[in-house]
């Protein structure tokens, strides 16, 4: 039996390379209006720029105190493609992350990585050109060893509840995360937001603002006496 707060879990289902690839050229922000703003982490940057496009399937590791083994521990898990994503939500002060460890994720072919917490060394992972997103950056290393540390268990990653197997999309406008049996709905219903954005690119190039009427008539309405 399992107990919690000492879970490594084992191989996980990853969606397949043509899912992957279908999910690819989507942006974000168009992925995140699709799902009514959920799913979109809050408070992490890219941590250079420009960035590089993330999308692949997520192993997750809490942290939970910070430490490095931790990590290394979902490094372990991770085959080429996935994302690795860290909730560390006590490492303000603490890099759960930094050069030497980057340079092994990138040789190990993982596609990104996105830390709710500290890293640190972010020139070094810029030359190495690991795609990385956190929430703070911060000088002083975790500690190496927690005995607390779960690898592949659900976690909460920027207020959003990610799930071993979930796909991360991340790009220079941020991060948002799919449940792979949704991804058709998804896809849909982005594929329904860009057609209104083409729609209204012609009225936008003459300089006009889209549903100005409607605007004023809500304004007046509420009492705006100029609107």
């Known amino acids: 039996m399992s107990r919690i707060g000492y879970r490594i879990g084992g191989d996980i289902e990853r969606p397949s390379t043509a899912m992957i690839e279908r999910i690819r050229s989507y942006r974000t922000s168009d992925l995140s209006d699709a799902m009514n703003r959920t799913q979109t982490l809050a408070g992490l940057r890219p941590i250079y720029t420009p960035m590089a496009r993330v999308v692949g399937p997520a192993v997750t590791v809490n942290s939970v105190v910070p430490s490095i083994d931790a990590g290394k521990m979902g490094l372990a898990r991770s085959v080429e493609g996935d994302v690795l994503v ?26 990104g990585l996105i830390v709710d917490g500290g890293i640190r060394d972010v ?3 810029r030359d190495v050109g690991l795609p990385t997103y956190a929430r703070h950056i911060t000088t002083a290393a975790a ?7 779960e690898v592949n268990v659900p976690i909460a990653c920027g207020g959003v509840v990610v799930f071993p197997g979930d796909i991360v999309v991340a790009d220079e406008d941020g991060i948002v995360i799919l449940p792979p049996e949704h991804v058709d709905d998804i ?8 057609a209104k954005a083409a729609a209204v690119q012609e009225l936008l190039s003459r ?10 008539n809500q304004y007046r309405s509420e009492g705006y006496t100029n609107a």
């Open 143 to 149: 500690p190496v060893h927690s005995p607390q540390g």
């Open 207 to 216: 300089g006009e603002i889209t549903n100005l009427e409607n605007i004023v």
């Open 86 to 111: 860290v909730t560390a939500p006590n490492s303000e002060s603490n890099a759960v992350w930094g050069g030497n460890l980057a340079f092994g994720t990138k040789s190990r072919g993982i596609a």
């Open 123 to 125: 020139s070094e992972i």
């Open 187 to 194: 896809l849909s219903d982005t594929d329904g937001v860009l």
